[in-house]
């Protein structure tokens, strides 16, 4: 193998005795970085491995960053109560200790999993992604306690504060169902079942009430990238997002409902089990059907719109390995997922292309824990090239920032982003899963451990992971040679080939373990290298002299228009005849086929206002304590009506010129908090003529902007002709996180012919 020109450089400039591994072989090397022996380098700068105990890099970050670069890691604590790496590589060997190290740290006083240096408490999806990728084997009790600490007085899982006011914008609690399931896996602990269950069941049964859409999808945000301007375009309200389906959090909510099926079957109770399960199947079939992109080969992230959603074509990491770990995508699927998910000279994107005119964090970033959950999925796939690349991603600025930082900019490889933190949980946890999940192989499952291990040829030779934890016992494991096909697996001096599964009933409180690989080269996979591309920026578009218009943007090719989501033509000017009612977009398409997002809809429908009956102009000053009782401008007649979990129905009579479909939303003010954060979004039924319809979103526009009035969703209606009555109530299951404030003003309802 030979060396990159990286290494070349560093040998006529540094000395390089007593640095680098005897080997001094190229593990990795892309255009940006190479791992050699004990020694990753980029460009002047190098990191390696003083022991297993030690890293020291010369890495110097962007100059006034507020987090200055740590160039030493050395290890501070105690590591004996955990598993001990055993390998020729002294590099590989530290990285996995300092994740060990770094998650010590991580353990509060009150046995809680500490986010990340420079974030206290605990965070529904960070410690449930964490306790997934390794925290239930090595720190189960401290995973149990954090699971519990994000349960509410209601019993359910909490949905962390995120945009627009938490639950039902933000919709990825269910990742703490399957935490709870690994967890249960790890110990086999019955009465960890019996507790979690029915939270389980109460979270899962006011969701299905509250965010599925009319196709059967969950609504919401993406998981974990939550702030909205880093992957929606910028037109999108909250409320928009709240509407929106996004692939990474489907997914793992079908994963969540066949968990609940599995937790079902344990506990005896089989027609829940059956009832899980079927739903599980029925979810996973119409996230395939939505999502795929059959001329890319992966899955789109999110759909999004209004009244009629489109598909954005971008590769989103954490869902296409999500989609394969969980068995959500077909087999058929999982191999050609894994040869085309883009992926940068630096690792593979938070999603790809990027967005131009968006600052680094969750756009144009890598964060590790994403990069560990894809380098599994490509070990379930058999691809040992993208295994070799994404382990290269993680100990790449593991050991030039010596710590597990939260994230990195794809551009420049820094870790110079909007917000980053050290010793950060769900990238150690990441960081040692490489380690345990691929090149030992350990798998969890019910009853016992299933071995899978996938050695890439680079990395062949001997490595054991001594005093590993298991359900009370503790396991040596013994890895020699490479490849991903076990020749003989002893277990105590006992060759038990051809199973790789052990149950836990057969395990002593000491049990030696040793894994012979065949050491075949593995079948070739393609990696889909990619340059770290931007998307063009998104068309403003207006309604004006009956055409639909927009600014040019630079570097476009053409412009493609969609009515009611469907594309009507193609075409290189700014401007087009609307010849019928619907809702219209533009996207802008560049010269290399990349298209932007897709307009704000903009909709020539015929539509009718009503106003709420008894009005008023002054707001209660009770519901909160900075809510004034001053009159509050802005809205569009006589005044508005405002409701709070206590507060009794509002009916409002309407006419329907004709019988059809129609879409019916509310204008409406929400002061309660920020729009980036907190927990209290307003939510309602919707019902007609005595018949619950849909689900109305209310979230929070800004603190105190009692003046700042919006639209909620769209709720879509079969309309008789003539008289209705809609009712704006609040049922139990419009319970959110905040649970004591779910509050709204509301100035009119509009209804829209379809």
């Not at 897709?598 to 102009?617: D, G, H, M, V, Y």
Request: aromatic share 10%.
């Amino acid at each position: 193998m030979h060396l990159s020109k990286y290494l070349l450089l560093a040998f006529s400039a540094l000395s390089f005795s007593a640095v680098a591994s005897a080997e001094n072989e190229t593990i990795v090397s892309t255009d940006t970085y190479s791992w050699c022996g004990d020694t990753i380098f980029q460009g002047p700068f190098k990191a390696y491995a003083v022991s297993p105990y030690k890293i020291q890099s010369t890495y110097h970050g962007r100059p006034g960053y507020f987090m200055p670069v740590e160039q030493t890691w050395e290890r501070k604590n105690d590591l004996s109560a955990y598993p001990k790496l055993q390998t020729d590589n002294k590099l590989h060997q530290a990285i996995y200790n300092m994740g060990l190290d770094e998650m010590v740290n991580a353990v509060e006083p009150d046995t809680t999993l500490r986010t990340g240096k420079e974030w206290a408490g605990v965070w529904t999806r960070d410690v449930s992604y964490s306790i997934i990728l390794s925290m239930a084997a090595l720190q189960p009790e401290a995973s149990m306690v954090s699971l519990m600490k994000k349960v509410n007085t209601s019993g359910q899982i909490i949905q962390d504060t995120g945009s627009g006011g938490a639950w039902p914008v933000s919709t990825d609690r269910m990742i703490w169902v399957l935490a709870a399931w690994e967890i249960y896996k790890v110990t086999g602990d019955k009465s960890w079942l019996e507790k979690v269950y029915p939270i389980v069941v109460r979270s899962l049964e006011k969701d299905e009430k509250s965010i599925f859409s009319e196709r059967g999808l969950v609504k919401g945000e993406t998981s974990f990238i939550d702030w909205r301007e880093q992957s929606y375009p910028k037109w999108m309200q909250t409320v928009d997002i709240s509407q929106s389906e996004a692939m990474n959090t489907n997914v793992l909510y079908a994963a969540s409902l066949r968990v609940a099926g599995e937790m079902a079957r344990i506990l005896k109770k089989r027609k829940e089990a059956e009832q899980w399960t079927a739903k599980a199947e029925k979810l996973a079939k119409i996230i395939d059907e939505t999502f795929w992109m059959p001329e890319k080969g992966y899955y789109g992230i999110y759909t999004y719109g209004r009244d009629s959603k489109i598909l954005n074509p971008r590769a989103e990491s954490l869902g296409e390995a999500l989609a394969i770990l969980y068995d959500i995508a077909p087999s058929e699927k999982v191999k050609t997922i894994s040869e085309n998910v883009p992926q940068t000279p630096f690792g593979a994107a938070i999603f790809y292309p990027q967005i131009a005119d968006i600052p680094n964090y969750h756009n144009n970033a890598l964060w590790p824990f994403v990069g560990s959950y894809l380098t599994l999925a490509h070990a379930k796939a058999g691809n040992e090239q993208a295994i070799l690349e994404g382990i290269g991603s993680i100990f790449r600025p593991a050991a030039l920032f010596a710590t597990n930082k939260e994230n990195f900019n794809l551009d420049n490889g820094d870790y110079f982003t909007e917000l980053n933190s050290s010793n950060m949980l769900w990238s150690l946890a990441g960081n040692l899963a490489l380690t345990q999940r691929i090149l030992f192989g350990i798998n969890f499952e019910k009853d016992g451990l299933l071995f899978r291990p996938f050695v890439p040829e680079a990395l062949a030779g001997t490595r054991t992971l001594a005093d590993f934890p298991y359900r009370g016992a503790r396991l040596n494991i013994t890895v020699e040679g490479f490849g991903s096909r076990i020749k003989e697996m002893y277990i105590d001096g006992k060759n038990v080939y051809p199973e790789p599964y052990i149950s836990a009933k057969r395990l002593r409180k000491d049990t030696d373990i040793r894994i012979i690989l065949d050491s075949r080269p593995i079948a070739p996979m393609r990696v889909n290298h990619v340059p770290n591309r931007k998307a063009p920026l998104t068309p403003v578009t207006w309604i004006e002299d009956g055409k639909l218009r927009w600014d040019p943007i630079e570097y476009i090719a053409e412009y493609s228009v969609l009515c009611d989501g469907k594309e009507v033509a193609r075409t290189r000017q700014t401007s087009f005849d609307l010849n019928a009612p619907g809702e219209w977009q533009v996207t802008g398409i560049n010269s290399e086929g990349i298209p932007s997002f897709a307009s704000e809809p903009r909709s020539n429908r015929q539509k009718l206002i009503f106003q709420f009956p008894k009005e008023k102009t002054t707001a209660s000053s009770g519901e909160i304590s900075y809510l004034p009782s001053t009159p509050i401008a802005g809205f569009s007649s006589n005044g508005f009506a405002e409701t709070d979990s206590k507060s009794e129905p509002i009916d409002i009579r309407i006419n329907a010129p004709e019988a059809g479909e129609y879409s019916v939303s509310l204008r409406y003010a929400n002061g309660n908090g920020p729009v980036n954060t907190e927990n209290k979004c307003a939510v309602r039924s919707l019902i007609l003529n005595g018949e619950k319809t849909g689900t109305l979103v209310l979230p929070q526009r800004g603190v105190a902007n009692w003046d700042d009035w919006g639209m909620s969703n769209p709720v879509r209606v079969h309309l008789p002709a003539g008289e209705s009555t809609l009712t704006i109530r609040y049922l139990p299951e419009n319970e959110n996180m905040n649970i004591g404030t779910n509050h709204a003003l509301l100035d009119c309802i509009i209804v829209e012919k379809r």
